[in-house]
């Protein structure tokens, strides 16, 4: 599996490029049960790494959803899956917890939907676009709607959703929507997703932690509850070296020495 997911790893900043071109990066059975679960807790676990990049190969696709042809044939369950990882396909479900940029080349479809809503932030290059085949091929893909519908318009959810793979999306639109946070040339896409990476790594770890817990947990509760828990990850962050270092490294005129995530 290891030349279907490629991890590049450089100051704090691990790059992750999912390598099926010829398949326009379509997730086969063994990535959607065992790689990609095993991935996320690799990258959450890994003390080196403070941000992930998450992209596909190639300049015609990011990921365009489940390959639909392995499933047409039927293939033999994978004994290998691992209980630990099952259902834990998408960052979200597996509770990942650093800030990921999903940088997206291309299409994007399907399954491949939810690398999209369950990023922190997402940039997408000029030929991207996004469409859920779900209904048109008999699947009912509805995890990234259901994510994105605390935030991006129903009825454009709905349309996407009830039309299906007639319906695509372009990235100035999916940018209107609240999908992507910014639009760029293809050539500019993996070195504005570098920048924004390493102004990230740079930043206090266990802050960039808990303020990424707090802002997810919120689209889980109402108000009232949302600052409660706010609250109490705050308390707890109160007593963290870190909450220190940032002013004295700001007065020394230095840069920050943070303590390493525990």
């Not at 704090?12 to 390598?19: I, K, S, Y």
């Not at 990258?43 to 190639?58: C, E, N, P, Q, Y």
């Amino acid at each position: 599996m290891a030349d279907e997911i490629l991890i590049e790893k450089y100051g704090g900043v691990a790059t992750v490029t999912l390598n099926r071109p010829g398949r326009l990066n379509a997730l086969n059975r063994r990535l959607l049960q065992v790689a990609i679960p095993s991935l996320w807790e690799d990258l959450d676990s890994d003390k080196d790494v403070r941000v992930v990049i998450l992209t596909g190969a190639g300049d015609r696709a990011f990921c365009s959803g489940l390959d639909v042809k392995e499933q047409a044939e039927q293939p033999p369950v994978i004994e290998e899956e691992q209980p630990s990882v099952r259902g834990k396909l998408t960052p979200r479900e597996s509770r990942f917890s650093k800030p990921l940029i999903t940088a997206v080349n291309g299409l994007v479809g399907g399954v491949g939907l939810a690398f999209v809503s369950d990023a922190d932030i997402v940039l997408a290059s000029r030929n991207a676009y996004f469409f859920n085949p779900g209904v048109t091929i008999g699947q009912l893909a509805v995890y990234a709607p259901l994510t994105w519908s605390r935030w991006v318009p129903f009825q454009a959810l709905m349309r996407m959703l009830l039309v299906g793979n007639k319906e695509r999306i372009n990235a100035d639109q999916a940018k209107e929507l609240g999908m992507v946070t910014e639009v760029l040339p293809p050539e500019d896409l993996m070195t504005k997703a570098h920048e924004l990476a390493d102004m990230i790594a740079y930043n206090s770890p266990r802050a960039v932690r808990d303020v990424k817990r707090i802002m997810w947990d919120s689209l889980d509760h109402g108000l009232e509850d949302a600052f409660a828990g706010a609250r109490e990850i705050m308390d707890a962050f109160s007593g963290h070296p870190d909450s220190l270092e940032g002013s004295r490294a700001l007065v020394e005129k230095r840069n920050p020495r943070w303590a390493p995530l525990d």
